[in-house]
C-alpha cells in the first residue's frame, strides 16, 4: 500500500499552522503564571473541583452541596471543564479553558472571516481585544461562549448557502449546527442571545418556502430555552427581570467605555496597545478603499450584531435578575464582531496592514505576560504556604482586607479564598454557591453562619464580619492584609505567618 496518497490527505496547510500559533501566542497569559489576576477565576477553579470531586469523600462536598447543572444553562463550561480535568487536573483544566477562549477565538474567526468571503488575515485584530475588562473579572463562561458564538454563525452561513442541496448532503452540517447552537445556549444565555441575532439578521428572509428548512437546526436550542425559562428559578427571575432593566445616564456610559475594554491594567500600557490596535484598523481601512471584495450577503445583514451591541450597552442597565453587569458586557462583542468589516487589500498593501496587525498582537499579548508575571512575583505572597498548613475537608472563612493590586485594576484577590477548597474541598466563604445559576449550591441547612446567603457585600467588607459568625463554626480564618483581624483569646490563633497571608486556626 502506497503511503503517499493517504497522508496527502491529513495535509495541514501553512494559513492552519500560523492560525494555531496564534492561537498558542493569544493563549499565554492563561499559563504563563501559577495565579493569573482575574478576580473570579478561583471561583471557577472552586467549582470544578466541586463537581468533578463531588463524590470523593476526601472533599466532603455532598453533605454541604447539590449539584445544579440541570438548572444553569452555565453547565457547558464545567461539562467540557470536568472532561479536562479527568485528564490534566483541576487546576490546569481551568487554564486550558482559558486558553480555548484567549487560542479558540482567533481561529473560529478566521472560519466566519472565510465564509463571509473576507480576508482570513483580518483575525489578528481579535487577538489585543481578548484580555478585556471582562476576562480580567473572571466572567469565564461568558468569554467561553465567544468563540463558540463565532463557529455558530460560520455554521449559519454555510448552512444558508445550502439551502436548495438535498437532506442527505446537508446532514452532517445540520447536525454539528444543532449541537453548536445547543452548546451555545449551555456556555451563556448572552452569548446565545447574541447569535440569536446574528441568525436571524442573515436568515433569507425573501425566501419563505426555506423557512422551515432553514430555521431547523436551532429548533433543539430553542427548545432548551423555552425549558429553562419554565423549569429553572434562575431562567423565571431572569425572563421577568427583561421588563425591569433600565439604564445608566448616557454620559456615564460614554465616559465608562475604556473602564469596560481596555482599560485593564493601573499603568497605561495597555490603552497604548489599544491605541496601536486603532491605528492598524485605521491604515487598514485607509489602504482598503477601493478593494473588490465578494462578500457573502450576509456580512451585509451581519452588520446588525455590533449595531445592536452599540446600542445595548447604552440602553441596558447593570442588573439581569440575579446576574451582575449587564450592559457592560455589550463593548468586546461590538468590537469583535466589527472585525470582518474592515477592507483588507491583497498584495502589498494587505502585507503592511497583515505586519501591523502581528506587532500589534504579539506586543500587546507580550505587554500582558510581563503584567501577569509582576503580579505574580510581587504580589500573591505566600498564599501555597498558607494552604498547606490547612487540613483538608474543613470550613475556611477568608477575610480579603487587601484585595487590590498595583497592576492590574479589579480586585484580583477578593476571591483567593477559593484556592483552598479548590486544592483541599470543605467549605469557603465567601462563596457564589448560594446563587440561583450556579452549577454547585449550597443544601439548606447548611449554609454558613448566619444561615443563608450572607449579606449584601460580604466579601468586600471583611471588618464588619462579626466573630460570631466565624466562632465555632469555622476551622480556619484566612486573611490577607492588615486589616486589623484580632480574634478574642479561646478563639483563633495564628498557625501561619507568611508574605502578605496570615493564617489563623480555632482553638
Known amino acids: 500500500m502506497k503511503l503517499g496518497p493517504v497522508l496527502g490527505k491529513f495535509r495541514i496547510s501553512f494559513g492552519t499552522v500560523f492560525y494555531l500559533l496564534v492561537a498558542i501566542l493569544a493563549s499565554a497569559p492563561a499559563w504563563i503564571v501559577r495565579y493569573p489576576p482575574l478576580e473570579d477565576l478561583p471561583f471557577h477553579v472552586?467549582?470544578?473541583?466541586?463537581?468533578?470531586?463531588?463524590s470523593d469523600a476526601h472533599y466532603g462536598f455532598e453533605k454541604d452541596f447539590y449539584l445544579n447543572l440541570g438548572h444553569t444553562q452555565y453547565a457547558l463550561y464545567y461539562v467540557v471543564a470536568d472532561f479536562f480535568a479527568y485528564l490534566l487536573g483541576v487546576r490546569t483544566a481551568t487554564i486550558a479553558m482559558m486558553c480555548l477562549y484567549l487560542g479558540g477565538t482567533p481561529f473560529a474567526m478566521r472560519y466566519l472571516l472565510r465564509a463571509f468571503g473576507k480576508d482570513e488575515r483580518?483575525?489578528?485584530f481579535t487577538v489585543p481585544l481578548l484580555v478585556n475588562t471582562m476576562f480580567i473579572i473572571g466572567l469565564l463562561p461568558f468569554v467561553f461562549g465567544i468563540p463558540l458564538m463565532l463557529v455558530g454563525w460560520t455554521l449559519a452561513v454555510h448552512w444558508f448557502h445550502r439551502l436548495d442541496r438535498d437532506w442527505k448532503q446537508n446532514r452532517v452540517l445540520a447536525i454539528a449546527f444543532a449541537v453548536v447552537a445547543v452548546a451555545?445556549?449551555?456556555?451563556?444565555?448572552?452569548?446565545?442571545?447574541?447569535?440569536g441575532v446574528g441568525f436571524a439578521a442573515m436568515f433569507p428572509w425573501k425566501k419563505p418556502q426555506k423557512y422551515l428548512v432553514a430555521g431547523a437546526p436551532v429548533v433543539p436550542s430553542l427548545l432548551a430555552v423555552v425549558w429553562w425559562v419554565k423549569g429553572s428559578a434562575q431562567g423565571q427571575e431572569s425572563f421577568g427581570a427583561l421588563g425591569k432593566i433600565g439604564h445608566q445616564p448616557f454620559i456615564d456610559n460614554i465616559r465608562n467605555v475604556a473602564a469596560w475594554t481596555c482599560d485593564?491594567?493601573?499603568d497605561d500600557t495597555d490603552e497604548k496597545w489599544w491605541i496601536f490596535l486603532a491605528l492598524a484598523v485605521l491604515a487598514a481601512i485607509g489602504l482598503g478603499q477601493g478593494a473588490k471584495e465578494k462578500v457573502a450577503p450576509e456580512l451585509r445583514a451581519f452588520f446588525v450584531v455590533p449595531l445592536l451591541c452599540v446600542v445595548l450597552y447604552f440602553m441596558t442597565g447593570d442588573m439581569l435578575g440575579d446576574v451582575w453587569l449587564l450592559s457592560q458586557r455589550f463593548p468586546v462583542p461590538a468590537l469583535i464582531t466589527a472585525v470582518p468589516f474592515i477592507p483588507m487589500r491583497r498584495g502589498g498593501s494587505g502585507a503592511l496592514v497583515t505586519v501591523l496587525a502581528i506587532v500589534v498582537a504579539v506586543g500587546s499579548t507580550v505587554n500582558t505576560c510581563k503584567h501577569f508575571i509582576q503580579f505574580q512575583l510581587e504580589e500573591v505572597g505566600d498564599i501555597d504556604?498558607?494552604?498547606e498548613k490547612m487540613e483538608p475537608n474543613k470550613h475556611v472563612a477568608a477575610l480579603i482586607y487587601d484585595r487590590g493590586s498595583n497592576v492590574v485594576n479589579m480586585s484580583p484577590f477578593l476571591h483567593f479564598g477559593?484556592?483552598?477548597q479548590a486544592d483541599k474541598g470543605g467549605v469557603i466563604q465567601f462563596s457564589n454557591s448560594g446563587a440561583l445559576y450556579w452549577p454547585v449550591r449550597f443544601r439548606e441547612g447548611h449554609y454558613p453562619p448566619p444561615g443563608k446567603r450572607p449579606r449584601l457585600r460580604w466579601e468586600w467588607t471583611p471588618e464588619q464580619?462579626?466573630?460570631q459568625e466565624l466562632y465555632p463554626y469555622?476551622?480556619?480564618?484566612?486573611?490577607?492584609?492588615?486589616?486589623?483581624?484580632r480574634a478574642p483569646p479561646g478563639t483563633f490563633h495564628v498557625t501561619f505567618r507568611g508574605d502578605r497571608w496570615t493564617l489563623w486556626q480555632r482553638d
Open 46 to 54: 472552586s467549582t470544578l473541583r466541586q463537581i468533578h470531586s463531588y
Open 184 to 195: 451555545l445556549f449551555y456556555a451563556h444565555v448572552f452569548t446565545y442571545g447574541l447569535f
Open 264 to 266: 485593564v491594567f493601573k
Open 122 to 124: 483580518l483575525a489578528l
Open 465 to 467: 464580619v462579626p466573630i
Open 385 to 387: 504556604g498558607a494552604l
Open 418 to 420: 477559593s484556592y483552598y
Open 474 to 485: 469555622y476551622d480556619y480564618v484566612l486573611v490577607r492584609g492588615n486589616g486589623g483581624f
